[in-house]
């Protein structure tokens, strides 16, 4: 039983190993440790060796050395256990924050916090705030007649440059975007009515600069009109539950 025994279980160790099982390690080097202390005890039997003290025991402290390197194998592979389980878990923490960040494009943080909700997660339909608060809509002079004369392509390069660069003025005076409708913007600003004024004055000081930039490149200069209110306003979510 032996004879069959032993090389099975070698040639299971050497196959562990090179699929690159860490515990595989120790199991080979216990074994090892565990058959050179046996063979000893065997040539000591059959008088190869001495009858001396360390070679009669060779046998038994081969089979403790197993054991104990069965245990450090065994004790690594927890630990690597648990290290798979911590990369697990920040490999998971570090995708929900991507995918909170990814969420922030469309659903503005300051929109969060006047609702009192930390986290999206939080978001229930039906929550809501009154409060007043300033809105601002800004929209491009006949853009329908403008985006009739570009492609498609033309169009999304055109109104993604235009609010990368008015967008920033809104922050800028402590408001946020609520959403972009096409080539319109829609800002909240929840502090002071003037803030939303001085937003408006910069974005048509910035669209003088936009429209020598188009003129240079042989663009025709664009017009934008801009309405302001404030007032009490209610803000929350609408819709239905699963959208």
Excluded at 103 to 129: C, H, M, T, W
Excluded at 193 to 210: G, N, P, R, T
Excluded at 217 to 232: D, E
């Amino acid at each position: 039983m032996g004879i069959i025994e032993i090389p099975i279980v070698i040639t299971c160790g050497f196959v562990c190993l090179r699929q690159g099982y860490r515990p595989a390690y120790y199991y080979l080097i216990a074994w090892f440790i565990w058959l050179t202390g046996l063979f000893i005890f065997m040539l000591k039997q059959i008088g190869l060796l001495p009858n001396i003290f360390l070679i009669i025991w060779m046998w038994r402290i081969g089979s403790v050395m197993e054991v104990v390197l069965f245990s450090l194998g065994l004790a690594d592979r927890f630990n690597t256990l648990k290290k798979e389980k911590y990369q697990a878990q920040q490999l998971a923490l570090k995708q929900q924050q991507q995918l909170t960040a990814a969420y922030q494009r469309f659903v503005p943080p300051e929109l969060l916090n006047l609702l009192d909700k930390k986290s999206i997660l939080d978001i229930a339909l039906g929550d809501q705030i009154q409060r007043e608060m300033s809105i601002l809509f800004s929209d491009i002079r006949s853009f329908t007649t403008l985006s009739e004369q570009m492609t498609p392509e033309d169009n999304f390069r055109f109104i993604n440059s235009y609010l990368s660069k008015m967008g920033p003025l809104v922050h800028y005076h402590q408001g946020f975007i609520d959403k972009y409708m096409g080539d319109a913007i829609m800002a909240l600003f929840d502090k002071e009515a003037d803030h939303s004024v001085q937003a408006a004055i910069a974005m048509l000081q910035l669209l003088e600069k936009y429209n020598e930039e188009r003129k240079q490149r042989g663009w025709i200069p664009i017009q934008i009109g801009i309405g302001i209110n404030t007032g009490m306003m209610m803000l929350g979510t609408v819709g239905e539950q699963n959208n």
